[in-house]
T-cell receptor, first 110, second 116 residues
Framework: AQSVTQPDIHITVSEGASLELRCNYS??????LFWYVQSPGQGLQLLLK??????LVQGIKGFEAEFKRSQSSFNLRKPSVHWSDAAEYFC????????FGAGTRLTVKP | NAGVTQTPKFRILKIGQSMTLQCAQD?????MYWYRQDPGMGLKLIYY???????DKGEVPNGYNVSRSTTEDFPLRLELAAPSQTSVYFC???????????????FGNGTRLTVT
């Protein structure tokens, strides 16, 4: 069955530390891959997307993600987290529809 | 530059009442979607529309209805509200299908609905 998994429900990092949020998918073929961010009380905003080509994609706000076909993963990274990055992050995959993972809530410690 | 506008922001319903969640977009997008968001569950697709007059069911359509009489508007109707419909509802739109290629999903700010 097609699925998107974000293994970490909640992650806490210190400001200035690096960040990696995990995303795994289970699809028959490589789907379109996305990361969205949701600030409190807001809708979702697209951070970055992967369709094909270079497996390391750059997004807004200093985020990047790497597609690894062998691991069916699309992990989101940021070298140095800012307090304003505290939010909920959703991985999503698009094939015949758009499915979202359950989300990872990021808390940033001062 | 409004984007996707949802009204109301909050609503409390009694069991059995009905209501319509409004969604309007001003980007001339063909594709519109309704999602519900429950804690720890991510977003689940309720209904979607590929253009005026065309709608289709998503993953969790039971208890909801939609219509798409214009490109701009995509209201979601709850006929007999149930506690299981307590959720945050998001409307989204995109130029291309499912937000792929160069057309990401644009989301509204959500409607928080409580059914008691």
């Amino acid at each position: 069955a097609q699925s998107v998994t974000q293994p970490d429900i909640h992650i806490t990092v210190s400001e200035g530390a690096s960040l990696e949020l995990r995303c795994n998918y289970s699809y028959g073929a490589t789907p379109y891959l996305f990361w969205y961010v949701q600030s409190p009380g807001q809708g979702l905003q697209l951070l970055l997307k992967y369709f094909s080509g270079d497996t390391l994609v750059q997004g807004i706000k200093g985020f990047e993600a790497e597609f690894k076909r062998s691991q069916s993963s699309f992990n989101l990274r940021k070298p140095s987290v800012h307090w304003s990055d505290a939010a909920e992050y959703f991985c999503a995959v698009g094939m015949n529809d758009m499915r979202f993972g359950a989300g990872t809530r990021l808390t940033v410690k001062p | 530059n409004a984007g996707v506008t949802q009204t109301p922001k909050f609503r409390i319903l009694k069991i059995g009442q009905s209501m319509t969640l409004q969604c309007a977009q001003d980007m001339n997008h063909n594709y519109m979607y309704w999602y519900r968001q429950d804690p720890g569950m991510g977003l689940k697709l309720i209904y979607y529309s590929v253009g005026a007059g065309i709608t289709d069911k998503g993953e969790v359509p039971n208890g909801y209805n939609v219509s798409r009489s214009t490109t701009e508007d995509f209201p979601l109707r709850l006929e007999l509200a149930a506690p299981s419909q307590t959720s945050v509802y998001f409307c989204a739109s995109s130029y291309g299908e499912w937000g792929v290629e160069d057309s990401p999903l644009h989301f509204g700010n959500g409607t928080r609905l409580t059914v008691t």
